[in-house]
């Protein structure tokens, strides 16, 4: 059974830095895309990031270009969302994703619980 188990959320003053993890188990790692995505209040979830399985390729939206930073580590089975320079507008619920197809899938298959991160001003 594949599982995805996000950790690391919680509040941060604006212009601090967290660090996100996603555990998964159930399937090989490094074939899988996994992406972090995140739902702020009233709006639309939008993909964060990405990296792809077997190459490592990594993808960032416009918005958190230069701030977050996405890694994994294989042998943990586990991927990283390090998030700096946090301003109010990064404030939602972020979730891990995986596909084993590739970052542009439209709708991965498997989902985390989500972890909360608000930001404060």
């Known amino acids: 059974e594949v599982q995805l188990v996000e950790s690391g959320g919680g509040l941060v003053q604006a212009g601090g830095s967290l660090r996100l993890s996603c555990a998964a188990s159930?399937?090989?790692?490094?074939?899988?895309?996994i992406g972090w995505f995140r739902q702020a209040p009233g709006k639309e979830r939008e993909g964060v990031s990405c990296i792809s399985g077997g190459d490592g390729i990594t993808y960032y939206t416009d918005s958190v270009k230069g701030r977050f930073t996405i890694s994994s580590d294989n042998a943990k089975n586990t991927v990283y969302l390090q998030m700096n320079s946090l301003n109010p507008e990064d404030t939602a619920v972020y979730y891990c994703?995986?596909?084993?197809?590739?970052?542009?899938?439209?709708?991965?298959?498997?989902w985390g619980q989500g972890t909360q991160v608000p930001v404060s001003s």
């Open positions: 159930g399937f090989t790692f490094d074939d899988y895309a």
């Open positions: 994703a995986a596909d084993r197809s590739s970052c542009f899938v439209r709708d991965f298959r498997w």
